[in-house]
């Protein structure tokens, strides 16, 4: 079983990624959050920090690109080959209204002729490892299923999918229903599967169901015990002392990256966002959460998430 880590936008940039793979075991492979599709004549890739090969400690990256029109991914494409990147995915799985309105994201995939016009071009157009990461649908899982049917054949790396519908944002379950239609539409298409995988449990249940499927994306599960691929690897939870110890040890190098990269107001803010789920590790209560959010300046909210982080066990 292969775990790799998920594309989350604004939260698994490569600082993340590099702390993530220096303090935690068990992730293979990581999809980064997804850049642009442009033309040639627009296309500076050099100005992507995020996928220099020089900022990435894990020595297996795949970029992510958002868009629609063929062309401009043969282009980028290429860029990103020049680069060295020889793998590149595609997210046709995002259901933000924004990038849904301009029918790109989740807002492409009731447009199957779009779907396979991109992968066709591609496919044939470059000799790169061009893999889709999606849902079920947009509105309705037969838009999933059609777009699988028309990809079969073609030469594709993987097929991510998140069995949910973007309209659905991230409500209710994943359906496993839907995405067993979907594995009998992909032809031999090797799919990865990603959602809502959080602890040994969640992973034994998804492992009984599809047994098939030998590569798990792991998101907001690795957000709340960044040592998740490494238990659910070894088949076993660390010890509560462990998982401390190793967490602040990663918490200080995640901060003094970011401070040194990105200066006090943006760590604040990337922190922030990561506090929500640091969170749940830490069994913060609503309110405690709320009080730590609510700080405005670095060294006060600093000081009150190192001492969080560096509390004795209770
Ligand atoms: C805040 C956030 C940002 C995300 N950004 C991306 C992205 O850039 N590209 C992508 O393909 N999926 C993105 N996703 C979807 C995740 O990669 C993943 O498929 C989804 O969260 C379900 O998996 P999980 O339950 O393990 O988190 C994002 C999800 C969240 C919550």
């Known amino acids: 079983m292969e775990f790799w880590l998920a594309p989350l936008h604004g939260i698994t940039n490569h600082h993340f990624r590099n702390c993530v793979n220096r303090h935690a075991g068990g992730i293979s492979v990581a999809v980064t959050p997804f850049l642009p599709v442009q033309e040639a004549a627009k296309l500076n890739v050099r100005k992507w920090t995020d996928i220099q090969p020089e900022n990435n400690e894990v020595s297996r990256i795949i970029p992510q690109l958002m868009g629609n029109e063929p062309a401009h991914f043969v282009d980028t494409v290429r860029a990103l080959q020049s680069l060295g990147y020889q793998r590149v995915n595609w997210n046709i799985g995002c259901p933000a209204a924004q990038v849904v309105r301009k029918q790109r994201g989740c807002g492409v995939m009731p447009f199957p002729d779009r779907v396979e016009a991109v992968v066709q071009r591609v496919t044939a157009e470059t000799d790169c490892l061009f893999s889709v990461k999606m849902r079920l649908g947009l509105r309705n899982p037969r838009e999933g299923v059609e777009i699988l049917r028309r990809l079969q054949d073609y030469p594709l790396d993987f097929i991510v999918i998140h069995p949910r519908l973007g309209v659905q944002q991230y409500e209710g379950s994943p359906d496993w229903d839907g995405l067993a239609k979907c594995c009998d539409s992909a032809g031999k298409q090797r799919i990865v599967y990603s959602g809502d995988i959080v602890d040994l449990s969640s992973f034994q249940?998804?492992?009984?169901?599809?047994?098939?499927?030998?590569?798990?994306?792991?998101?907001?599960?690795?957000?709340?015990?960044?040592?998740?691929?490494?238990?659910?690897?070894?088949?076993?939870?660390?010890?509560?002392?462990?998982r401390r110890m190793r967490f602040s040890k990663f918490y200080a190098d995640y901060v003094q990256t970011m401070l040194a990269q990105r200066g006090p107001h943006a760590s604040l803010s990337a922190l922030k966002e990561l506090w929500h789920y640091f969170a749940s590790f830490f069994q913060l209560s609503e309110s405690q959460l709320l009080h730590l959010l609510r700080q405005t300046d670095w060294e006060s909210f600093h000081q009150e998430a190192t001492a969080i982080v560096s509390a004795p066990l209770d």
Do not use: K, V
């Open 205 to 242: 249940r998804w492992r009984e169901a599809f047994p098939q499927i030998g590569t798990c994306m792991l998101g907001r599960g690795l957000l709340r015990n960044i040592f998740l691929a490494e238990e659910l690897c070894a088949g076993t939870e660390l010890s509560r002392e462990q």
